[in-house]
């Protein structure tokens, strides 16, 4: 009985050391593509996306046979039937593992790989069709798209509701119930405050404005337009960075088209991405915030995560979270406002020589409901993905054909933001989202945004004066907390574990409801 | 038997599939490889080479196991086996590919690992000599690598003499005799030349320059020397680009502390590196025409050979021979200097106000004996190259201990270059060739000079006006011609194959020396 215990431990430690070296490859691969996709968006020459697309597809293939090859399933089924002998991380870690291996086993090889070539298509297709504004062009492939992530579902947890299935895929512990408890909460209480805002502006156009004239002057946004040469803003790029704490040796900043974040190969190098808009003063300054959040989450991760499955964020509404809240309620802040007016007159002498730091926060926060989520303010945000969530629940569910996805999109706009939607590239067609297959990725949007206040509230209990933090621009309680409480954890815990553990209190949607009312009171006066 | 035939053929052609399949594996790898380098030498945050290091060391491995796994030297084996049917393409991949893995096999596979280990520390150690200037504690590593290398080419080609061994590894078709006979025509021409243009200047200097006189001014280089602002550089580069005939659709330019040039995956995509010196007008300059040279003739392989070993440059011999090509013969000429003055004039006004083309044709000429292989001037550079051979070929026969390689350094740039060497860090602690096992390396450098002095010569002989094509910059004529007889072969042809065929001629160091003295005696009256 000893030597078999013996050589059973031996055998666990040997598994133990192949499950961290089979996790080191996986990182180097993804380092690889990560940092191809980086360079193709930043730095490669213009004529070179298809080199890059020959030897993505070669390494996506490779990683793909060292995840599901005889000898990963089998040191993984392995670790899963001695799962008690291992730690907590361990155990996450076969189990995230397993988990895309098993779903993946469960799809016709032959179906896995038409849908791939789907949405290679459906993507070129969905740019071409909002070019030319022709949904009738996309909706065929948008069909297919639906009715395959309908069939998946079907496929990996026949027991589930397939909507249900994608929105816990992409928010673990997310569903319909949860998702129409929390929408219902934001719709009853946003759309009649937006409606009242438009009231409010629309009085003080036609000169009858009794309550702006009560709290002073609405917002003018005029004030953040003029001409911002980019030189000028990379310095400004380069304070926001060393204001939010952001460790320069590990997190990159560079200049793309559409701004965003990505870990190359662990924790240790974060990118972030901006965007320079010469018209615009504050444009580039808050997606560096924003993006710049993501980072500090990635980045925050516990060492031992990295090169590990463990490593970076657990979700996209955890990461938006984290984001929005220092995009949002920090960046956007009175407060915050003061910090960083100053360095504005300091880049921008003459065209910010007579703006005060109340003129500044309204015009950063003007209320305007619009077409295009992506531009959307603090407060009309969490609409547009309300509008998206309800349509794709319906087409899930098979109570909303694809071919009449425009007309009730359009409906939605006009129902919930007051607006007209004049043609589908600036409607149904925005987004990228569908064609990329992502269906029940949206709510996680809104969803972060609700967390942040609800952090916002907890980091107030635990003591932390946030509003004077954001005045003198020295983020470093802020990130301590953060970086204690949320970002070390990488993927160990379920979004929904996490929140119990950072709030230890239900989440409550009207949290961040009671902070945007609060927010719209104070410079709308309603 | 017309079944064995049939099932033969059959798998001839898998065979051939497999071959094409497995060279593009192996491109994606170097893709994934070279763009990690690429990031850390260009963008990626400064505390991040560790976490490249992790991946590196994955990826190198998994390309390794690829190329010298069982199914592919089977693969190879196989097609050797049956080489008279192949293309003469397949049968050079196939003898490239198995070359490598013959040669490897040959080394105890624990001598081969201790072997990578040493150089990762003899550069370490490398480094900190050099800033210690303290060439006794680099001397036991360097002395390994040399022994190492005698070693390694005993095992691999034990009926070589091991220095021809390590020759022929970095220019295939060299030896000793080749490279005595060569650098003997050097020496015995270079030598006088650069003495009488010592003289010349040490004349002038003392105001007693007859000869100066009569043939006009000395080269003065100070005409180069001031402030010339690195956004005005980026703009000049960008103008070089254009004359060079780079196609920016696949050849990128980003910034360096030491300029290269390399590959990303494949021909199609290829990106140089320059350094901006704020107080140098040129530097930068031919840095940019230099790589270019090199991108022109990465970027010129065939189609067909994209994705396959083939792909790319032969040797380094007929790289540097493009690079010097576009960078002395080309750059440094009268005509090209009339041609790029006037953009000179117009960046950088007030600096070139009063400067004729001839003082810039001098200046970027002037020859002065120097310390620096990397700093010195075309006529001197030589020199340097020579020096380092005579010193390797000693060590490697066993001639020369590695203990007495400072002393016979300093020996021969005085009495070659009439230079005194100070200290080892400006002497044989300034390259990091040695440190990272490149011995038989340098020559290279030399035979390039001097083949693309010959490859004017031919260019002449089939009518194409060099000097005009660089006056008017327009370079059509000249890249179409190496681009038909140089570029597209990638490495199909030895080094020497390419040159019989190109020149039709033998290989002739006295064309690059009748061309030297010629520019000198133009520019020093000597």
């Known amino acids: ?275 320079y808009y010469e018209d615009n003063a504050v444009s580039s300054m808050y997606s560096v915030i924003h993006e710049g959040g993501h980072a500090l989450y990635d980045a925050g991760s516990a060492e031992d995560l990295a090169y590990t499955v463990l490593d970076g964020g657990i979700s996209m509404g955890i990461h938006e979270s984290q984001s929005r809240f220092y995009e949002n309620i920090i960046g956007r802040s009175k407060a915050f406002c003061k910090c960083i007016l100053p360095v504005f007159k300091e880049l921008f002498p003459e065209q910010f020589e007579n703006v005060s730091a109340e003129d500044f926060y309204k015009a950063v926060n003007a209320v305007e409901p619009s077409l295009i989520r992506t531009e959307a303010d603090e407060v009309t945000y969490s609409l547009h993905i309300l509008i998206r969530y309800e349509l794709e629940k319906r087409v899930m569910a098979g109570e909303l054909s694809v071919h009449d996805l425009p007309a009730e999109w359009n409906r939605l706009y006009k129902e919930y933001l007051g607006v007209d939607v004049p043609d589908d590239k600036r409607g149904v067609l925005q987004d990228t989202h569908w064609s990329g297959g992502a269906i029940g990725y949206f709510p996680s949007y809104a969803l972060g945004s609700a967390y942040g206040a609800q952090f916002l509230r907890r980091m107030g209990k635990d003591a932390i004066d946030v509003e004077k933090n954001a005045e003198i621009g020295d983020f470093s309680k802020i990130n301590k907390w953060l970086g204690e409480q949320i970002w070390p954890h990488g993927e160990l815990y379920t979004p929904r574990q996490l929140l119990d553990r950072v709030l230890g209190e239900a989440f409550d949607p009207n949290v961040y409801l009671d902070y945007l009312e609060a927010k719209c009171r104070d410079i709308y006066g309603i």
Not at 80 to 86: N, V
């Open 1 to 275: 009985m000893h030597e078999r215990t013996q050589e059973e431990s031996m055998n666990l430690e040997k598994a133990r050391k192949d499950l961290a070296a089979l996790q080191r490859k996986m990182s180097a691969y993804n380092h690889a593509q990560e940092i191809i996709y980086f360079d193709g968006a930043t730095t490669a020459p213009k004529g070179t996306a298809e080199n890059r697309a020959v030897s993505m597809s070669v390494l996506s293939e490779e990683s793909y046979k060292l995840c599901t090859c005889r000898e990963t399933v089998d040191l993984l089924e392995y670790l899963d039937s001695r799962k008690d002998e291992l730690s907590e991380k361990e155990q996450r870690m076969v189990y995230l593992l397993l988990k895309d291996i098993r779903s993946t086993a469960k799809i016709p090889r032959d179906e896995y790989v038409a849908y791939q070539d789907l949405l290679v298509t459906a993507e070129d297709v969905w740019h071409t069709a909002k070019e030319k504004n022709d949904f009738a062009m996309f909706e065929p492939y948008l069909k297919q798209v639906f009715d395959t992530n309908i069939k998946f579902a079907g496929y990996i947890a026949p027991e589930m509701d397939p909507y249900d299935y994608w929105l816990n895929e992409y928010e673990e512990g997310l569903d319909k119930k949860t998702c129409d408890e929390f929408f219902e909460a934001l719709r009853s209480r946003l759309v009649p405050l937006i409606k009242k805002i438009g009231e409010v502006t629309a009085k003080s156009c036609s000169g009858e404005g009794p309550e702006a004239a009560q709290t002073g002057k609405l917002p003018d946004k005029s004030i953040l337009f003029g001409n911002f040469p980019v030189e000028k803003q990379r310095i400004l790029s380069e304070r926001i960075m060393d204001i939010e704490g952001l460790d320069k040796n590990h997190i990159g900043l560079a200049e793309t088209e559409h701004p965003f974040t990505t870990s190359i190969g662990s924790h240790h190098d974060v990118r972030i991405t901006t965007h």
